[in-house]
């Protein structure tokens, strides 16, 4: 299930970010390196690479930019933050809907 819903046009570059505040233990100051985002087509497929770029983390938010993706595709988008003091890890899941009319612009 996810946390959040977005949506973005298969032209768009959309920034997005989690923020671990409260999420990961209070003696997490920062995020270790190997914290990262994942992306996965409908069919469970890994395609990080064709929609993740420019990953960033910065204290415990963790950030990238959404690229490309087919119009009327929905894809899993999985932050995995682990924390830099704790090595805890924690995950939040944004479902990224891409299409070319989104819903949030009159036509």
Known sequence: ????VAEKST????????DFTGVLPSTDATLDAVSTVLAYDSSGAL???TIVTNIARTGVILSCDLQNGSNGEDYKVVFQ???????????????????????????
């Open 11 to 18: 032209t768009e570059l959309r920034p997005y970010q989690f």
């Open 81 to 107: 933050a682990k924390g830099g003091t704790s090595a805890k890890t924690r995950e939040r899941v944004l479902e990224l809907r891409v299409r070319n009319n989104p819903s949030n612009l009159v036509a």
């Open 1 to 4: 299930m996810a946390h959040e």
């Open 47 to 49: 395609i990080s690479s």
